[in-house]
Antibody
């Protein structure tokens, strides 16, 4: 069965960076776009971008240009998102999700990132 | 960016009732719309794609309709397990955008 297993919660300091992972299993990792979505407490969902692990192509929401960097490792079927120059506005739960391509049919469990000194 | 305006923001309904959630796009999204259910502490789950297609494993009491800029999600015969937040999402244009969500509670 398809599973997206994300890394654990992160507590990081303002100005630092964090890299979170999303390990895929149960399907051909290189054949589907992997998306990343942000959800702040009590808030809605915000699309960050996608990566196509087959060739490394990426597409970002302009709002996250310079903030998020998406990569993928085909050998381990793992997608990564690095967030840089962290501020309190980056404190959120971050999900990875596979695009079917009509909609996100599988989601990771989410990673809570807390930015605090 | 395409704005997705979802209503109502919250909704209280009784077991067995039929509820409808609306989503309006700021421009035509050509039925490139999905609906998700999110229960507290969980990830969102795909309910509907292409505006009216039921995702695998989703109960038939859920249905979607609409076209152009106006879309709706209907839940027939509300069950206790349907208590959740619901989000619409357009995938017609980048950046993909979501509605602000509807929180559904039992009356």
């Amino acid at each position: 069965q398809v599973q997206l297993q994300q890394s654990g919660a992160e507590l990081v300091k303002p100005g630092s960076s964090v890299k979170i992972s999303c390990k895929a299993s149960g399907y051909t990792f290189t054949s589907y776009d992997m998306h990343w979505i942000k959800q702040q407490p009590g808030n809605g969902l915000e699309w960050i971008g996608w990566i196509y692990p087959g060739n490394g192509n990426t597409k970002y929401n302009q709002k996250f240009n310079g903030k998020a960097t998406l990569t993928a490792d085909k050998s381990s079927s793992t997608a990564y998102m690095q967030l840089s120059s962290l501020t309190s506005e980056d404190s959120a739960v971050y999900f990875c999700a596979r695009e079917d391509p009509q909609g996100f049919d599988y989601w990771g469990q989410g990673v809570m990132v807390t930015v605090s000194s | 960016d395409i704005q997705m305006t979802q209503s109502p923001a919250s909704l209280s309904a009784s077991l067995g009732e039929t509820v409808t959630i609306e989503c309006r796009a700021s421009e035509d999204i050509y039925s490139n719309l999905a609906w998700y259910q999110q229960k507290p502490g969980n990830s969102p789950q795909l309910l509907i794609y292409d505006a009216n297609s039921l995702a695998d494993g989703v109960p038939s009491r859920f249905s979607g309709s609409g076209s152009g800029t106006q879309y709706s999600l209907k839940i027939n015969s509300l069950q206790s397990e349907d208590v959740a937040s619901y989000f619409c999402q357009q995938y017609n244009n980048y950046p993909y955008t979501f509605g602000a969500g509807t929180k559904l509670e039992l009356k």
